[in-house]
T-cell receptor, first 114, second 115 residues
Framework: TQLLEQSPQFLSIQEGENLTVYCNSS?????LQWYRQEPGEGPVLLVT?????EVKKLKRLTFQFGDARKDSSLHITAAQPGDTGLYLC??????????????FGTGTQLKVEL | ETGVTQSPTHLIKTRGQQVTLRCSSQ?????VSWYQQALGQGPQFIFQ???????GRGNFPPRFSGLQFPNYSSELNVNALELDDSALYLC??????????????FGPGTRLTVL
């Protein structure tokens, strides 16, 4: 069962365009992280949001955590070919045993063309 | 600061065999989590180790087992391999047992192919 749904699943845009990726869930998470993954590599952490309503900016990337901590969005301004990759959202929640696991979204494959 | 490393990078096995994958956590991190990522999907949580003990487990059968060593490195063992076990296996390290600010840092992964 996929608890985090991302949309769109695929996105192909031209350099300079803006885009938004959505990450939605019916569950509350203690924090939410966004990763970017290149083919054949592990996910690279972009940002962690913890507080409902929180907004974080990383250069041209803006991340927002929903007020109820169930959803998040990633907005990229003036996309560049270097932004190409698989974007994954991941919610943190506790597990039996005291640990903390990440539940990943379905992923958004972004391709930015010249 | 040394990042998360995994070995081997690629591995080919046949059905029924056993495999061991290895992970060295980031310097200063004491918690290791393992994930399975099938092609075109997001990673799925297998289990987590904290100070050499299993600290949580996802929906994977017992033939998936693990170890964590005193230096916080870790192994993932899979017995009786099945075709569906073909995937990218990711190791992630973090600091602390449980935190709402649980940032996990991933290694490059081991690509396992089961024939």
């Amino acid at each position: 069962t996929q608890l985090l749904e991302q949309s769109p699943q695929f996105l192909s845009i031209q350099e300079g365009e803006n885009l938004t990726v959505y990450c939605n869930s019916s569950s509350v998470f203690s924090s939410l992280q966004w990763y970017r993954q290149e083919p054949g590599e592990g996910p690279v952490l972009l940002v962690t949001v913890v507080t409902g309503g929180e907004v974080k900016k990383l250069k041209r990337l803006t991340f927002q955590f929903g007020d109820a901590r169930k959803d998040s969005s990633l907005h990229i301004t003036a996309a560049q070919p270097g932004d190409t990759g698989l974007y994954l959202c991941a919610g943190a929640r506790g597990v039996t045993g005291g640990g903390n696991k990440l539940t990943f979204g379905t992923g958004t494959q972004l391709k930015v063309e010249l | 600061e040394t990042g998360v490393t995994q070995s081997p990078t690629h591995l080919i096995k046949t059905r029924g065999q056993q495999v061991t994958l290895r992970c060295s956590s980031q310097s200063g991190h004491n918690t290791v989590s393992w994930y399975q990522q099938a092609l075109g999907q997001g990673p799925q949580f297998i289990f987590q180790y904290y100070r050499e003990e299993e600290n949580g487990r996802g929906n994977f059968p017992p033939r998936f087992s693990g170890l964590q060593f005193p230096n916080y490195s870790s192994e993932l063992n899979v017995n009786a391999l099945e075709l569906d076990d073909s995937a990218l296996y990711l190791c992630a390290s973090s600091l602390g047992r449980s935190s709402s600010y649980n940032e996990q840092f991933f290694g490059p992964g081991t690509r396992l192919t089961v024939l």
